[in-house]
């Protein structure tokens, strides 16, 4: 009888795909990724749930986009009883591990894993106080602060993913010891970093390295007037509507250095796994949550459905399983991910998945599959950055094609074989008339903006309750990982 396969799923949070050296960046270091790529299959043309991060990670763990779930926002809960692809594990006979970040709001901090090691540094309760990063309050999140606070320094994210890494190995030496002592149960583990998501601060050694090497964006803003309007408002009300190139540079520079560092870290886990003599019969996952803008089009962090936001890396290996060194156009999603780490291992797929498994497009070049998939991006007008405006937008991927809707604003359409840059918006083209209505239709066949807007109003009711629930009785976060302000610190480059 064959043995059951391991799982070893590396999950980072706003990775921008093209910053590693196997998506083609000759400057970032990224050795590790660029090995396992080397190895495995690389896809390149993955997209995320949402361009924002609890309901991307939560889309991951159901294979259901936001829509289907009712989990649009951060602080947005994703039901109990919601089956996940760590529930399916569960049910196939693994007991599956997270270490690390999971992002998930409410009193449910497991969502199907078995053991959950580090945890989270944020509370898990919307209403309360966030984490106070010191010197460094508000560069975690959508504020100009956060582009011009950059640099050399340290954040208390990386140094919660090395207590991460640290625990990720110490698991595969248990992991290990465990085998050697003659146990034949395999394992799935989840390791969840932190990096490279903002703060744009990294250590002045990694700094280092990339000062003077990053070159500016290859996009700089649109002209005055060119822009969408939607995403007009969205540079001013964020305050990037001009930003000091000296700024830009140090932040870019400190991207690059964090994700040399997640690397590093990544590579700490994948020698533990080959020193236990765990590595064969292991599928090993790699991808992130969303990218980031890092100043491409003028633009910074996610939210948007430019490819630097949207799309995501993706790295599969399996020696044995699926070939070695190979590329895929194929146009995939984080959903269809879970549903092909399930078929990977034998697992039962989940009830009302919407993802579809491509082991089969990872396995062979000859495989059917619909190029198609789409990402959503909703939110309501509470969260400070939303400026308060209410957004409902969606992003249809479909062969060369993307359009994107906007609630109350015109869509663009991009032809992505002509135009891999986005710079020329068809939607008002004659000749992509046909093009468009039919896009449209497909993107509004199963989702209705006006529908989402009254669930998510009835929702903020019962979030508001439970957050002022939150504030008066302050409860107890479970698999919390706390943060000091004196963690961060910000030194001049």
């Known amino acids: 009888m064959t043995a059951r396969p391991n799982l070893l799923f590396l999950f980072s949070d706003q990775h921008a795909f093209q910053v590693a050296g196997c998506y083609g960046d000759s400057v970032a270091r990224t050795p590790n990724l660029d090995a396992l790529a080397a190895a495995g299959v690389t896809f390149d043309a993955a997209y995320c749930p949402s361009p924002i ?18 989990c649009w926002t951060n602080d947005d809960f994703l039901a109990s009883d919601r089956p996940t692809w760590p529930h399916a594990l569960g049910a196939a006979g693994y007991r599956p591990i997270l270490i690390g970040r999971l992002h998930a709001m409410g009193p449910d901090q497991l969502h199907g894993y078995a053991q959950r090691e580090v ?14 990063m010191g010197v460094l309050n508000e560069t975690n999140d959508p504020h100009r602060t956060s582009v011009v606070r950059s640099g050399p320094g340290e954040s208390v ?15 595969l030496d248990r992991l290990g010891a465990e085998r ?15 990096l490279p998501h903002p703060p744009y601060v990294a250590t002045r050694a990694d700094y280092r390295l990339f000062a003077d090497r990053v070159p500016p964006p290859r996009r700089g803003p649109p002209s005055p007037g060119s822009e969408h309007p939607w995403l007009a408002w969205w540079r001013a009300n964020r305050g990037v509507e001009t930003v000091d190139p000296a700024d830009a540079q140090r932040a870019r520079t400190a991207y690059y250095a964090l994700t040399y560092r997640l690397d590093a870290m990544i590579g700490d886990v994948l020698a533990a796994l080959r020193r236990n003599g765990l590595a064969e019969n292991t599928l090993i996952v790699y991808t992130t949550d969303h990218g980031d803008q890092i100043g491409e089009r003028g633009l910074w962090w996610k939210h948007t459905f430019y490819e630097e936001s949207v799309r995501v890396p993706m790295i599969l290996s399996w020696p044995g399983t699926l070939p070695a060194g190979q590329r895929r156009a194929s146009v995939v999603n984080l959903v269809d991910l879970t549903a092909t780490m399930l078929a990977a291992l034998g697992a039962p ?12 497009v990872a396995k062979r070049t000859d495989a059917t599959w619909l190029d198609e998939t789409v990402s959503e991006y909703c939110t309501d007008e ?18 060369r094609w993307k359009l994107i809707y906007y609630h109350g604003y015109r869509p663009q359409l991009f032809d ?15 000749a992509h008339a046909p093009v468009l209505a039919s896009l449209l239709e497909r993107l509004l066949s199963d989702w209705s903006p006006e529908a989402i807007d009254t669930r998510m109003r009835g929702r903020r009711a019962d979030k508001d309750l439970i957050g002022a629930w939150a504030r008066r009785t302050n409860p107890t976060n479970a698999y919390f990982w706390p943060t000091r302000p004196e963690q961060n610190r910000l030194e001049q480059a």
């Open 180 to 194: 050697k002592a003659g146990s034949s149960e395999p394992f799935a583990l989840s390791v969840g970093f932190m």
């Open 53 to 70: 991060c609890v309901p991307s990670r939560m889309s991951m763990l159901t294979a259901r986009h936001p829509s289907a779930q009712d």
């Open 382 to 399: 509470v969260p400070v950055w939303t400026g308060g405006m209410a957004v409902r937008q969606r992003m249809l991927r479909r062969d």
């Open 349 to 360: 797929p989940l009830p009302h998945a919407q993802g579809r498994s491509f082991l089969d």
């Open 416 to 430: 992505l074989a002509t135009d891999p840059d986005e710079l020329r918006d068809l939607a008002s083209s004659p």
């Open 119 to 132: 945890g989270d540094h944020s509370p898990n309760w919307g209403g309360v106080p966030r984490h106070d």
């Open 157 to 171: 994210y990386e140094i919660k993913d090395r207590d991460v890494t640290c625990a990720a190995v110490a698991c």
